[in-house]
């Protein structure tokens, strides 16, 4: 079982920046992809950013250029560096982290870009 947290979420004004973070825990023994993906009110499940485990990176086309997604191998956890935000950016933001077999995801925290 693998157990995922999400943090770095709250409220930030358009063209700010947010990062957040997802720590996993549990049995980890090898991971082909962590991604964040989010879910607005209203509209479906998007992918934001994935990083497979030999560290490719994939973004969707909305939020190139203005995030990063980037993992601790150490403390087995992935960010997300959120820059130049925008009203559109605001969703739920959750962590998702797939092994062999089986795909986990966190709670989801809440990120909204608001003057």
């Known amino acids: 079982q693998v157990q995922l947290v999400e943090s770095g979420g709250g409220l930030v004004q358009p063209g700010g920046s947010l990062r957040l973070s997802c720590a996993a825990s549990?049995?980890?023994?090898?991971?082909?992809?962590l991604a964040w993906y989010r879910q607005a009110s209203g509209k479906q499940r998007e992918m934001v950013a994935v990083i497979t485990g030999d560290g490719n990176t994939n973004y969707a086309d909305s939020v190139k250029g203005r995030f990063t997604i980037s993992r601790d191998n150490v403390k087995t956890a992935i960010n997300l560096q959120m820059n130049n935000l925008k009203p559109e950016d605001t969703a739920v933001y959750l962590c998702?982290?797939?092994?062999?077999?089986?795909?986990?995801w966190g709670q989801g925290t809440q990120v909204t870009v608001s003057s």
């Open positions: 549990g049995s980890i023994f090898r991971i082909l992809a």
């Open positions: 998702h982290v797939t092994v062999p077999g089986k795909n986990y």
